[in-house]
């Protein structure tokens, strides 16, 4: 009974509890499960793995394009091109940076923003960056001055805080919808209860300045995902059935957002099916309750999704929307763990087919798929949070090493001096100006061998102009990586200093 409490606690903490399944099959979690409920996950598989694993729609192929980042959750691409991935659990946001030498890999990554409160969700506008924090809405200026150059300036504000927490379900998706308004995910306190709160269980919305808060739509259990459909603006969201109903009850659902719409929960379950505990004498709330448009299996987990927008998108998935599912915790024969498609078809009706397949193959797990986005070359990208991995897929023969790399991002700019444009003698006073400003401000202590404090090894600089502007470096100073510090300079001094180093430091 101890464990069983225990194992209820870290499903809290980690919020990954969603549809699940009979109690007493609490005893059959699987190891590799367990272990990712403590953060641990595991590593991504190998290429070998990858190639003979995953099974994809006909005309598709798969690759991985990143790991090595623990519980990488929801993803954006920046308004620059650049991917953007949350980790929640470390409190970060990081920058997983394009594959300029072609190899079908990201060529690294790199921490965008940190120390934040559990973000999930975030989103871009107008240079500002806006994240979903467990019980706030944080926004801080993003700077984008080239590919693979983006920083955030300065520290994030809250535009909005006091967003209820607390008990399940903390991850907080936000996006922009059409409405150039924040939507926002609330997820339920419980598995199953009447909310204290209105704005649990429900998608709020804010204006842009985080003013005019609103309970969107409400009776939604966990709607993780949610897009908008390309030319009718309508409002689409993934929910997570309740738990401990047995194997096949009750379903997953996409839900058809209107504005002020309930749609069950706790009292429905499913298609107006009265919730067995919390149901009954609920007649007339169960009636004015909006069943979903398609309903996934029960306790499949489904968590981020898109709508596919590329215009030169395969004609299969012209219309279509891709959805992550993340897989059940404790149902007896595990499901989901894998991503589908949903077709529209003339009738209305919704059509699901398998689109990536193989996390989950007679129990062996290696990996649960959380987000799914479409990225700027109309390729997709799937995050997985147990392996701590991001995937690439697109078309056949279009991925690195295929004989069509049309969709590969385009060649890194040939190099060129960054400090080509000045004049000699600006040159020769800034860089002086620098030079006083580097020595003023203690720069050498981790950057220069001679004077680094004892015990401390120092990070030496170099090949500084093949990486910066003088306005990128300018942006890095202001927003460095921990442990540099932000030194506080004048634009101008900041500038100088810049040029200073890619003088000194340019090879
Ligand atoms: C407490 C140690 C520390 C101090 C003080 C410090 N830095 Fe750094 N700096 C680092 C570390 C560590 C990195 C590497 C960060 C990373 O890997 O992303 C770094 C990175 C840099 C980079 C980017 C290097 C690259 O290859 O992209 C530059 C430029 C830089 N520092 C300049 C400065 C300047 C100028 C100062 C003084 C105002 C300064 N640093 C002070 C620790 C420090």
Known sequence: MRNWIVGIALFTIVGVAACSALLPDWMTIKGPILSSMFGGGIDAPSNATVQSRFHLAEGFEVQL????????????????GDLIVSQPRVGRLVHVFRDLDGDGRSDGHKILIENLDRPHGFDFRDQQLYIGEGGAIARVGFLETGPDS????????????????????????????????????????????????????????????????????????????????PGTDQLFATDNGRDLLGDDYPPCELNRIERGGFYGFPVANGNRRPDPHFGEGQSDRIAASIPPSHSFQAHTAPLGMTFVRHPD???????????ALHGSWNRSELSGYKVVSLHWEANGEIVE????????????????????????????????????????IAPKGTLAGGPNTQLSRPAAAPLSNPLADLDAATLADKTAR??????????????????????????????????????????????????????????????????????????
């Open 65 to 80: 394009f990143a790991e090595g980042l623990p519980n990488a959750r929801f993803m954006r691409f920046s308004p620059g």
């Open 150 to 229: 983006i920083a955030v300036a300065g520290e994030p504000t809250r535009i909005v805080e006091g967003i209820p927490e607390g008990g399940n379900h903390w991850s907080r998706t936000l996006r922009f919808g059409p409405d150039d308004k924040i939507y926002l995910n609330v997820g339920s306190s419980c598995n199953v209860c009447e909310e204290e709160d209105p704005r649990r269980a429900a998608i709020l919305r804010f204006n842009v300045d985080g003013s005019g808060a609103e309970i969107y739509a409400s009776g939604l259990r966990n709607s993780v995902g949610f897009d908008w459909q």
């Open 313 to 323: 998108a395969e004609e299969s998935l012209r219309g279509a929307a891709l959805v």
């Open 353 to 392: 087919r398998d689109f990536m397949t193989g996390f989950n193959f007679n129990d062996d797990v290696i990996g649960r798929p959380v987000d799914i986005i479409e990225g700027p070359d109309g390729s997709f990208y799937l995050s997985d949070d147990y392996a701590g991995a991001i995937y690439r």
């Open 434 to 507: 620098g030079a006083t400003l580097f020595a003023g401000n203690a720069c050498g202590t981790c950057h220069l061998a001679e004077i680094a404090e004892a015990g401390m090894v120092a990070k030496p600089l170099g090949g500084l102009a093949a990486k910066y502007t003088i306005d990128s470096l300018s942006h890095f100073l202001l927003t460095p990586t921990p442990p540099m510090p932000v030194v506080a300079l004048s634009p101008d001094d900041r500038r100088a200093l810049s040029i200073y180093l890619l003088s000194t430091y340019a090879n």
